[in-house]
């Protein structure tokens, strides 16, 4: 009460870090942390160390109670957080290792535990925060977003609250935070989409097909590939509108459309001998759409047509087919510059885009009317008007390309396109290419590669009015995104993203006022 000072606890050789008291106050005891590879606790009416907890010569960073006051955390440099719990030994109270938990990918700064008692939270230099199991010892979710170290951590309630080098403080309900996280089967992904009936279905390289909640990404089916399937030469898959049947190309002058039990191999003549290197579903006519000479690129299903399907070559060339199963062609190719990069579709299966490295093809399917954008593009989406292209920009050809940064263009008008102002540049490092429109056409959300400044994959939002970045995500792994769509919450909002990574993790995040 009077602020003076009781005595002075003498025992570390080396700074201190961290403290806690025990939260049983009539005990009287505390626990101290220090760079000195050690934890004490100790008896504060005594002003004596009751016992030193080795931490195998890494300094120790943070030391948190539970408070139930039977653990002790303390968290290292050795990638790790070790609960001590107090056991009973000859009669007498002692405590010993219970668990080590490792799963961070460098030093562990601080640590939190549950107002239960039964999880412990810790941050550290890798940018996440890993929650754990205290019985366990398992992992129960990794909290990633943050763009640099995570310094502190604190838990009330449901709610875990993290502070970063970014300059950021960010607040996690525990309770929609994805269980399992690093538990889930690690495959890279040839296809990512989510159903009309809000299921997420996924197409591994190996062509196995899996149906998952979109919440929780617990499995709800697995289909093994067919006997048949093309396995290790499928590239980006589509999936048609009746969620039935998945259509990819293959390194060749083919693509094959997969169903549940076969697969139908369709080969395009007359357009050259290397592959389609995009095709996609019609939205609203499930037949196949658009191919052009050399290597098809991708294949897209038209959203509307459960017959359509569009691809793009590396020759240039973008064609409607009309039939999945015979690659009938609908009517002539579209020629673009260059290589198509990128394909996409209107809600509505009337309008395509297609981005191409010398330009970008606005393509009127309903009028067969074409008119192309002089803006060379790695990847492209149109907004729900119709009105607004989103892409990232590129220079460069075949092999040689980079991306530049992103732009919003007006279809119809002159006017200048909308820069994507990233202060930190992170587009300019682009691999993979992905763009959507997001919150009803609002906002515009663009992945970038681990090359960037961050030295992560991130997803970036940005203002379509403004051009201005809303916030990132920064993933707490290395391998970057790949496959990228948005879908609608609960509550019918589009403000959720799922992505999937190079080695098939998937990350389900939605945007909360202006938060992902």
């Not at 197409?203 to 097909?209: A, G």
């Not at 919440?215 to 590239?235: E, F, H, K, M, R």
């Not at 191409?356 to 149109?382: C, E, V, Y």
């Not at 990132?472 to 589009?494: I, K, L, N, W, Y």
Request: one cysteine or more; charged letters at 15%; hydrophobic letters at 40%.
């Amino acid at each position: 009460e009077s602020g003076n000072q009781l005595g002075v606890l003498e025992g570390h050789t080396g700074p201190l870090s961290s403290c806690a008291l025990s939260p049983d106050a009539s005990s009287m005891t505390a626990v101290t942390c220090s760079l000195d590879a050690s934890a004490i606790v100790w008896n504060l009416r005594e002003q004596e160390p009751i016992v030193r907890l080795d931490c195998d010569n890494a300094a120790a960073n943070c030391v948190a109670w539970a408070p139930n006051g039977r653990v002790i955390a303390v968290a290292h440099d050795k990638k790790a957080c070790v609960l001590w719990a107090k056991q009973r030994e000859g009669g007498a109270s002692v405590w010993a290792i219970s668990k080590s938990l490792e799963a961070h990918a460098s030093e562990v700064w601080s640590c939190c535990f549950a107002p239960d008692s039964s999880q412990v939270v810790t941050v550290g230099a890798d940018r996440t925060g890993r929650v754990f199991s205290v019985r366990s010892g398992a992992l129960l979710c990794t909290l990633a977003g943050h763009a640099q170290w995570v310094w502190g951590c604190d838990w009330v309630g449901r709610e875990i609250a993290t502070c970063s080098m970014d300059c950021s403080v960010t607040v996690w309900d525990r309770a929609h935070v994805v269980d399992g996280s690093e538990t889930q089967e690690v495959t890279p992904l040839v296809g990512l989409q989510v159903s009309a009936s809000e299921e997420l279905h996924t197409l591994s390289k190996e062509l196995v097909w899996k149906r998952l909640d979109k919440q929780t990404l617990s499995v709800l089916s697995v289909t093994p590939a067919p006997p048949d399937a093309p396995v290790g030469q499928a590239g980006q898959a589509s999936l048609s509108p009746a969620a039935d049947r998945w259509v990819y190309s293959l390194y060749d002058t083919s693509f094959a459309v997969q169903s549940t039990s076969a697969v139908h191999t369709v080969r395009i003549e007359g357009f050259g001998k290397f592959c389609h290197m995009r095709a996609i579903w019609n939205p609203r006519n499930p037949s196949l759409e658009g191919f052009g000479k050399f290597c098809h690129m991708r294949a897209i299903w038209n959203p509307s047509n459960p017959s359509q399907v569009l691809s793009g070559t590396h020759g240039g060339n973008v064609l409607l087919l009309s039939d999945a199963d015979t690659g009938r062609v609908l009517h002539g190719a579209h020629r673009t510059p260059g290589w198509v990069e990128d394909l996409f579709w209107s809600p509505d299966g009337q309008i395509a885009v297609a981005a191409g490295q010398q330009g970008t093809a606005i393509l009127d399917m309903h009028r067969q009317q074409s008119f192309m954008l002089p803006i060379p593009m790695f990847a492209a989406a149109l907004d729900g008007s119709k009105q607004r292209v989103a892409g990232l920009t590129l220079a460069g050809k075949g092999y040689e390309r980079h991306a530049t940064g992103g732009v919003i263009i007006q279809v119809h008008h002159n006017s200048e396109p909308l820069a994507l102002q990233d202060p930190f540049g992170e587009l300019a490092f682009s691999r993979e290419r992905l763009c959507r429109w997001m919150c009803s056409d609002s906002l515009v959300a663009m992945t970038s590669s681990p090359a960037s400044p961050f030295g992560c994959p991130q997803v970036v939002i940005f203002d379509a009015t403004l051009g201005s970045v809303v916030c990132r995500f920064c993933s707490p792994f290395s391998e970057e995104f790949q496959r990228m769509e948005v879908v609608a919450t609960a509550g019918g909002h589009d403000c959720q993203l799922v992505l999937a990574d190079a080695n098939g993790r998937i990350f389900v995040l939605e945007l909360l006022n202006h938060h992902l």
